[in-house]
């Protein structure tokens, strides 16, 4: 189990739409950093092997 406490709704409510924005844009910043490290894995490590 998690220690962690229960998310609050009451929270997104009161945040901006400047806000939210700015909060999407960072977490979608992070899903493609990790999905180009990962692409850029895969494109090295064949070419490895193969040589």
Same mark, same amino acid.
């Given at each position: 189990?998690?220690?962690? &406490? &229960?998310?609050?709704? %009451? ?5 901006? /739409?400047?806000? /939210? #924005? =700015?909060? =999407? #844009? /960072?977490?979608? #910043? ?9 692409? %850029?894995?895969?494109?090295?490590? &064949? =070419? =490895?092997?193969?040589?």
């Amino acid at each position: 189990m998690t220690d962690k &406490p &229960p998310a609050k709704s %009451g929270a997104d409510k009161t945040m901006t /739409r400047e806000e /939210r #924005l =700015a909060a =999407a #844009l /960072r977490e979608n #910043l992070r899903r493609r950093k990790v999905q180009s490290r990962e692409r %850029g894995d895969a494109t090295d490590a &064949p =070419a =490895a092997e193969t040589e």
